[in-house]
């Protein structure tokens, strides 16, 4: 497609419940970037994927949070047991492989987590 | 490891006055990408401007344009003419060249700018 594309737009779990997100990037676009975003402030880089391969992990809370892109399907961020500092949007961006420095990173419109 | 700094937490604009968004940024690296992106009440995320750290001309796209002084480490954002609707947050970031923060957008902590009538 040519947009990226997050699902669901709002996501509302209690306390210890499992998140699960979605991501379909653009259409050739081979990298892919999580980030966090609480109360409208400054991001928080998650986790990034150059195709089905984790590039960049080093943002991740591993012992909760879980992230794959495979083939021929959106990727997934899954946050296991969800804590309420989880609260926040989740953005899922795409940028094209060539010359990556130099291109815009195209993002989607977001998933708001809300644990209750 | 890089780092953006936005020093201005608000800023306020009469309608068509031009105003100037501050970026300060720290990078070893000696490539690098800087990009501006707005993102209004509603949450989406628009990219607005990108410099290299090699383009010597300042980028610019209609009414935005982007103050790079390099030896500053500085990528100021100007916008001319404001209007209504450049109400928003405004992030400026940063894309490394090597190692870790290859491909990763770096974002500062944001500008609200506001646009008075």
């Known amino acids: 497609g040519e947009e990226v594309a997050q699902t669901p737009k709002h996501l509302v779990r209690g306390e210890g419940q499992k998140a699960k997100l979605y991501c379909a990037p653009i259409k050739g676009h081979s990298y892919v970037f999580w980030y966090q975003q609480v109360l409208k402030n400054e991001f928080k880089f998650l986790i990034s994927?150059?195709?089905?391969?984790?590039?960049?992990e080093t943002g991740m809370p591993k012992e909760r949070f879980s992230a794959k892109c495979l083939p021929n399907s959106p990727c997934s961020l899954e946050i296991q047991a969800t804590k309420l500092e989880d609260s926040a949007v989740y953005f899922c961006?795409?940028?094209?492989?060539?010359?990556?420095?130099?291109?815009?990173?195209?993002f989607g419109q977001g998933t708001r987590l809300t644990v209750v | 490891a890089q780092k953006i700094t936005q020093t201005q937490p608000g800023m306020f604009v009469q309608e068509k006055e031009a105003v100037t968004l501050d970026c300060t940024y720290d990078?070893?690296?000696?490539?690098?990408?800087l990009f501006w992106y707005k993102q209004p009440s509603s949450g989406e995320m628009i990219f607005l401007i990108y410099q290299g750290s090699y383009d010597e001309q300042n980028a610019t796209e209609g009414r935005y344009s982007l103050n790079f002084q390099k030896a500053r480490k500085s990528a100021n954002l100007v916008i001319s003419a404001s209007q209504l609707g450049d109400s928003a947050m405004y992030f400026c970031a940063m894309r490394g060249g090597s190692g870790t923060s290859y491909g990763k957008l770096t974002f500062g902590q944001g500008t609200i700018l506001t646009v008075h009538p």
């Open positions: 994927f150059q195709n089905e391969n984790v590039f960049d």
């Open positions: 990078t070893s690296d000696q490539s690098y990408g």
């Open positions: 961006a795409s940028s094209q492989g060539s010359r990556i420095m130099n291109t815009e990173a195209f």
